[in-house]
């Protein structure tokens, strides 16, 4: 059973930074895609970035884009996103997924989700 599990969610002011963790069981993590999807309230759930199985490429969103950085540890079993420069427009819960793409459709398992909070 594959499960995916975030944390690393939390209250930050603007400008400051978190890094959000998502670990991984149940498959061989190694050869999968995963990304980073959030959604705030009454929005539609929205692609953050995406890094790969084979080349470790990644894809970001244009309103992320020099702000976070997706990257994996595959020994870990895990993808991190690390996000500087926040703003109080990326308050939403964060999703990790596996798969690849930049919609939701792309990504066969998620995570619970971790909130992220900032303030202004």
């Known amino acids: 059973q594959v499960q995916l599990v975030e944390s690393g969610g939390g209250l930050v002011q603007a400008g400051g930074s978190l890094r959000l963790s998502c670990a991984a069981s149940?498959?061989?993590?190694?050869?999968?895609?995963m990304g980073w999807f959030r959604q705030a309230p009454g929005k539609e759930r929205e692609f953050v970035a995406t890094?790969?199985?084979?080349?470790?490429?990644?894809y970001y969103a244009d309103s992320v884009k020099g702000r976070f950085t997706i990257s994996r540890d595959d020994a870990k079993n895990t993808v991190y996103l690390q996000m500087n420069s926040l703003k109080p427009e990326d308050t939403a819960v964060y999703y990790c997924?596996?798969?690849?793409?930049?919609?939701?459709?792309?990504?066969?398992?998620w995570g619970q989700g971790t909130q992220v909070t900032v303030s202004s």
């Open positions: 997924a596996s798969g690849s793409g930049k919609t939701a459709w792309d990504y066969d398992y």
């Open positions: 149940g498959r061989t993590f190694s050869r999968y895609g």
């Open positions: 890094i790969s199985w084979s080349t470790g490429s990644t």
